[in-house]
């Protein structure tokens, strides 16, 4: 049996000349940005999606609430809200050069679920709802906007999403930009672009620093192979070598306690 039903429509109480509210969904939280007309940073917030061991229908409801809550606060700032054009695979594409732990991680029933919960709810406030393309959302946000407002790289992806929807430019707007790896920082120094190239569309540039980044990420994994052994000389002496490895599972949040050791002697 097929059932359909007729909603009418909800007026719309926000407005694109007060600002925007981006939205980035990772695998245990929303980041969120606020902006004024301008383009300008007004507020961050972070809403914790932890979904890990939870039914179905647990996930369901705490995705729910978490939608609600995001949706509120569009309608009390009367700005609208700009979500990402559901493409997983992009997404997690985009999201490798960043934080490739993230990327692997992230599940596609919360993604999924995400959008079409803020999308109802959106419609049910009278919330207008903007989708925008993700490509370089998360190259933008760290490269831009992370260091320079001293926010997390998915606050910079969310604040790069919420500019996005307003329509504003995606331009670097840093000299030079320091973006964490796996290992370390990578410090990216951008030239003025050439004439030849200033008619190209922004988004080969952020193609060109994206490859970049991973491969700094490709490079850094090297990094984390245990150093060589200490010579026997050196081992008479008494001489100890510490690595920064934590214990088996250290990074499964839920099965780790808070007293995991940061270092092991060699």
């Known amino acids: 049996m097929f059932a359909s039903v007729e909603v009418k429509p909800v007026s719309v109480v926000t407005r694109r000349l007060a600002g925007a509210v981006g939205i980035d969904i990772t695998e245990d939280h929303l980041a969120v940005a606020e902006t004024d007309r301008s383009g300008l940073l007004v507020e961050i ?3 914790g999606l932890n ?8 996930a369901k409801a705490a995705i729910g609430d978490a939608c609600q809550e995001i949706v509120r606060a569009c309608t009390e700032a009367g700005k609208p809200l700009v979500i990402e054009r559901l493409n997983l695979r992009k997404r997690r594409a985009e999201l490798e050069a960043v934080d490739p732990v993230r990327a692997r991680a992230r ?5 999924a679920k995400t959008i079409a919960m803020l999308k109802a709810a959106s419609f049910r406030a009278g919330v207008e709802g903007i989708e925008v393309d993700p490509a370089y959302t998360s190259v933008i946000g760290a490269v831009n906007h992370a260091r320079r407002h001293g926010i997390g790289s998915h606050q910079g992806a969310a604040y790069a999403v919420a500019r996005r929807g307003l329509g504003l430019s995606e331009r670097p707007s840093v000299r030079e930009a320091v973006v964490p790896t796996r290992n370390g920082r990578l410090t990216l120094t951008f030239a003025p672009l050439p004439a030849r190239n200033r008619t190209k569309h922004v988004w080969s540039f952020w193609a060109g620093v994206r490859k970049r980044l991973k491969a700094a990420h490709a490079r850094s994994g090297g990094n984390r192979l245990s150093p060589a052994p200490l010579s026997p000389k050196a081992r008479a002496l008494g001489a100890t070598r510490t690595l920064p490895a934590k214990l088996r ?7 780790c306690s808070a007293d995991v050791l940061d270092d092991l002697p060699w």
């Open 249 to 255: 599972h250290a990074n499964r949040r839920q099965r």
């Open 107 to 111: 599940s596609s029933f919360a993604y």
């Open 45 to 47: 917030r972070r809403i």
């Open 51 to 58: 979904l890990y061991g939870k039914s179905e229908e647990q």
